[in-house]
T-cell receptor, first 117, second 113 residues
Framework: SAVISQKPSRDICQRGTSLTIQCQVD?????MFWYRQQPGQSLTLIAT?????????ESGFVIDKFPISRPNLTFSTLTVSNMSPEDSSIYLC??????????????FGPGTRLTVL | GQNIDQPTEMTATEGAIVQINCTYQ??????LFWYQQHAGEAPTFLSY????GLEEKGRFSSFLSRSKGYSYLLLKELQMKDSASYLC??????????????FGSGTRLSIRP
């Protein structure tokens, strides 16, 4: 399994500002993912971050709004730019690792709860 | 396109058995996951099916029928701590990019004494 930590765990931000969320993994992983979970809803994939290449964004998400860095195999950041109240959500970092039965298990960090006023 | 359907809410009694169904439509199917998520916490991995059939792990079992686009999660000997949301998720292969996991809307399971 993988142990994932995220910083900050929660934040309250003003409209128009930006917040950078950090994700640290205790082992080297190839695939890292960023999800958003809005209140009462399920998880929506924002982007996939591979080390050494640009992130791949899902439909509805763009790099200017959610720039991602992946400087090495254990760390990534997601920035939520020019925030609005609609960005209030839980942001989760996730990694994919090779499981015991050669299945790719996906583990989640504890999440960052963002409130935009 | 991709679509995952599961019931929004279910209620069951402590000690009983409950089955949570999930139907999906996706191209490039490459496995189905079930996750448990308690309120305010991150999802935790429960099971993974890529071939047809039943996978049993303790009190939890997961079934997959790829031809029907159907899965279920079976929880036995229900305990109060099983009250949580259960998320069905499908991995889809994508040409020229990494596969991705798409989540259903989740089923909120409430256990009553």
């Amino acid at each position: 399994s993988a142990v994932i930590s995220q910083k900050p765990s929660r934040d309250i931000c003003q409209r128009g500002t930006s917040l950078t969320i950090q994700c640290q993994v205790d082992s080297q992983v190839t695939m890292m993912f960023w999800y958003r979970q809005q209140p009462g809803q399920s998880l929506t994939l924002i982007a996939t971050a591979n080390q050494g290449s640009e992130a791949t964004y899902e439909s509805g998400f763009v790099i200017d709004k959610f720039p991602i860095s992946r400087p090495n195999l254990t760390f990534s950041t997601l920035t939520v730019s020019n925030m609005s109240p609609e960005d209030s959500s839980i942001y989760l970092c996730s990694v994919e690792t090779l499981g015991q039965r050669v299945i790719n298990e996906q583990f989640f960090g504890p999440g960052t709860r963002l409130t935009v006023l | 396109g991709q679509n995952i359907d599961q019931p929004t809410e279910m209620t069951a009694t402590e000690g009983a058995i409950v089955q949570i169904n999930c139907t999906y439509q996706t191209s490039g199917f490459n496995g189905l996951f079930w996750y448990q998520q308690h309120a305010g916490e991150a999802p935790t991995f429960l099971s993974y099916n890529v071939l047809d059939g039943l996978e049993e792990k303790g009190r939890f079992s997961s079934f997959l029928s790829r031809s029907k686009g159907y899965s279920y999660l079976l929880l036995k000997e229900l305990q109060m701590k099983d009250s949580a949301s259960y998320l069905c998720a499908v991995r889809a292969r994508r040409y020229s990019s990494a596969s991705k996991i798409i989540f259903g809307s989740g089923t909120r399971l409430s256990i009553r004494p």
